[in-house]
């Protein structure tokens, strides 16, 4: 496996961890019975738990632009130091999106979020 598939897994575990956490925040606010419901009638979720709604949300995202990008750069054989450091940028940046978002500190969230984009973008270069 190479580390850039490795950056892949940890990032899936964040992902993870993220819903996690929206789990928990979510749960004072509506209850086990409405996260347990269909949710046919959606309810908005107020201050730092509607944040982590919307960082899970931008992080499935995330995801769905970075896999592909490391996926073909494993596949060709096209991993190498500029692939990894991109994809080490990319989860340093995840890492610190979280925490920023939740925390309700809007221009850095922008940056830390473009960031990870640009990281992704540089995959995608690396991989035509």
């Not at 979510?26 to 949710?39: D, E, H, K, N, T």
């Amino acid at each position: 496996m190479t580390s850039e598939l490795s950056i892949l897994m940890l990032y899936g575990l964040l992902v993870i961890a993220t819903i996690l956490i929206q789990v928990l925040l979510a749960l004072p606010q509506v209850g086990l019975p409405y996260l347990a419901s269909p949710r046919d009638e959606q309810r908005e979720l107020p201050g730092t738990a509607g944040r982590a709604e919307r960082a899970l949300g931008n992080s499935v995202v995330a995801m769905a632009l970075f896999a592909p990008a490391i996926l073909v750069l494993h596949i060709n054989g096209a991993t190498g130091p500029a692939s990894l450091l991109a994809a080490q940028v990319f989860l340093i940046a995840r890492l610190i999106y979280l925490p920023v978002y939740l925390a309700g500190i809007p221009w850095l969230r922008t940056a830390v979020w473009m960031v990870g984009l640009l990281a992704t973008a540089w995959l995608y270069l690396l991989a035509i």
